[in-house]
């Protein structure tokens, strides 16, 4: 019965840099989400992902954010070229259905990011 | 568009009294609602929601929550505040398949 997983939970980079952020998604679920939290503020949708198709990626702030979810299971959330702004702790959310009002998502703990 | 507001940025109240945190969204349509609380390094945890079944909704740890569309509000109460219930607390509004939208939270403070 294990819940949504994340790695790393911590990750510093430096400005410039890469980052590949993973999530596990409760074994079965459709639907997976992308959130980022600021310090501070509550989550802001970034994109969304029904099995291995993206759906929706509106909430992308720039063409250095990218996410897969190539067999419908795990998901990466990849960052290019890291700046501080980028500085938050990205949530993945996962929920069993591909939509419908009222549908429950289950969130994992998180990874803090941090760019220097 | 749907969005929510919590009216109050922090709440701080006594262990064994009652809790209110208030929630009003907005929407042209139905809504379903949620609350969640985020302890420190914890993920995200379901309080309980609405889906239109029942304007009084109870959720977990002794939480309900009350949906009244004349004042669009969805305001979380306890009667009896512990100090386990400390934490971030947020109002979100959803939409079917589309992403939740959040609130921007209201940290709970229990005093001894």
């Known amino acids: 019965g294990a819940g949504v997983s994340q790695s790393p939970r911590y990750k510093v980079a430096k400005r410039g840099q ?5 999530c596990d998604p409760i074994s079965g679920h459709v639907s997976l989400f992308w959130y980022q939290q600021a310090l501070g503020q509550g989550p802001e949708f970034l994109t969304y992902f029904q ?3 993206q759906l929706d990626k509106s909430g992308l702030p720039s063409d250095r954010f990218f996410a897969e979810r190539p067999e419908g299971s795990v998901s990466t959330l990849k ?3 890291t ?4 500085s938050a702790v990205y949530l993945c959310a996962s929920s069993p259905s591909p939509g419908g009002l009222g549908v429950t998502q289950y969130f994992g703990p998180g990874t803090r990011l941090l760019v220097l | ?16 009294t009652p809790v209110l945190l208030r929630c009003n969204y907005s929407s042209s349509y139905s809504p379903s609602l ?7 390094n914890k993920g995200l945890q379901l309080l309980l929601k609405y889906t239109s079944a029942a304007t009084l909704v109870k959720g977990i740890n002794g939480f309900e929550a009350e949906f009244k569309k004349s004042e669009t509000s969805f305001h979380l109460t306890k009667p009896s505040a512990h100090m386990s219930d400390a934490a971030e607390y947020f109002c979100v509004g959803g939409t079917g398949r589309r992403a939740l939208t959040f ?10």
């Open chain 2, 103 to 112: 609130g921007s939270g209201t940290r709970l403070q229990v005093q001894p």
């Open chain 2, 34 to 40: 949620f609350w969640y609380v985020q302890h420190p």
């Open chain 1, 51 to 53: 099995n291995e198709a």
């Open chain 1, 83 to 86: 700046q501080q702004e980028d």
């Open chain 1, 18 to 22: 890469d980052v590949a952020l993973r």
């Open chain 1, 79 to 81: 960052i290019q070229r």
């Open chain 2, 1 to 16: 568009a749907q969005s929510v507001t919590q009216l109050d940025s922090h709440v701080s109240v006594s262990e064994g």
